[in-house]
């Protein structure tokens, strides 16, 4: 079997033609915010149907837009979308933009054979807005390997002094509450040596928000102790969730928080918002705070650094517990191919779209 993943130049610079087996293919796009994504799966669904695959695999709503064109042109292709966030939610888009993606939900809702959503949230959020049956298969994570480093050095960091969010840097994600709760926290506990010695490193990038990011920056540039990495892969992003006291993500929407899980994964404590993919992901509530709430989210850090170490410890174990029996690949490709299986035998028996578009 050959697999063949579509990227884009501009995000891989390496251009490497294979990854663990993987061929990997590299297309053009427009590079603007709004027409990145849409130009590079409307070069590569063309390239797909050239190539007579048997299975394309959309991952995205945006995406998603185009699996039209593949149930018309290539009709043995089996279409398979995965729906991963509501993005039209993010603050990032404009009007028409979530105009777009709204129909791009639509559309990974009708136009392929199968969809897959990677929550329990999507899954009923499919059902009741489109009245779609989807298959929920998590995404999932390979397991790390321990090892000290001295990585986090280069960010003037020690190992469990510091708070990690990890995470593009868009509103939505609430790094701003973060920062303003620190910022509280830091001032209404000067007396706490614990505190006194807590740093907070911000580890992503813009994500065509600079502005965003300006004022993130402004609202850290009194405080020392909040430092920005920017955005970070591989070993050293590993290395951060490894050293850190826990992890914060105040994000107020998602699809599923794989920052999250890989968090849980290294056996670290998190402080999620209060939204439902948070919840579901089966952490320890008392470390759960109302999204958008500076007071809230600083209570819930104030209450994570008086418990005792075994706590702490026990929180971490249990986290990586829940990703051990839920979250690994190894556990969820095999879904994944059955559900390609399972399709593409049925495929004869289907008709060229469905009726309900």
Not at 126 to 153: A, F, Q, R, V
Not at 155 to 176: C, D, Q, T
Not at 210 to 219: E, N, P, S
Not at 303 to 322: A, C, H, P, S, V
Request: hydrophobic share 35%; proline share 5%; net charge positive.
């Amino acid at each position: 079997q050959e697999v063949t993943v579509y990227a884009r130049k501009w995000y891989s610079p390496n251009e490497s033609p294979t990854f663990q087996g993987v061929k990997i293919k590299y297309l053009p796009c427009v590079h603007t915010k709004h027409l990145d994504a849409i130009t590079h799966s409307f070069l590569a669904t063309i390239d797909a149907i050239k190539n007579n695959y048997d299975i394309i695999h959309y991952h995205g709503v945006g995406p998603s837009l185009l699996a039209w064109i593949p149930r018309i042109f290539a009709r043995h292709s089996l279409v398979v979308c995965t729906f991963h966030s509501i993005d039209r939610y993010h603050q990032k888009w404009n009007p028409i933009a979530k105009l777009f993606l709204r129909l791009g939900e639509k559309a990974a809702c009708v136009f392929p054979h199968k969809t897959i959503t990677i929550s329990q949230g999507l899954q009923q959020y499919c059902l009741n807005e489109y009245n779609k049956e989807t298959i929920y298969i998590p995404n999932g994570i390979n397991p790390k390997e321990e090892k000290n480093s001295d990585t986090i050095n280069q960010f003037g960091l020690n190992k469990n002094e510091y708070f990690v969010m990890v995470s593009r840097l868009i509103p939505h994600k609430g790094a701003h509450v973060l920062i303003e709760a620190f910022n509280n926290l830091k001032k209404n506990n000067p007396d706490n040596q614990a505190i006194k010695n807590l740093k907070l490193a911000i580890v992503g990038g813009s994500a065509y928000t600079d502005d965003y990011v300006k004022k993130l920056h402004r609202l850290a540039s009194n405080n020392n102790q909040i430092i920005f990495t920017d955005f970070q892969s591989g070993k050293t992003v590993d290395q951060l969730y490894a050293n850190s006291l826990a992890l914060i993500h105040p994000s107020f929407n998602e699809g599923l928080p794989i920052t999250v899980i890989e968090a849980m994964s290294h056996g670290k404590p998190v402080l999620l918002s209060n939204i439902a993919e948070h919840i579901e992901l089966g952490t320890d509530y008392n470390l759960i705070f109302k999204d958008n709430n500076v007071k809230e989210l600083e209570d819930k850090m104030l209450y994570f650094i008086n418990l005792n170490e075994d706590e702490k410890i026990l929180l971490g174990k249990q986290n990586k517990t829940i990703v051990d029996e839920k979250y690994h690949w190894k556990k969820l490709i095999p879904q994944i191919l059955s559900v390609y299986e399972k399709e593409k035998l049925e495929m004869p028996h289907k008709k060229l779209l469905p009726e309900n578009i």
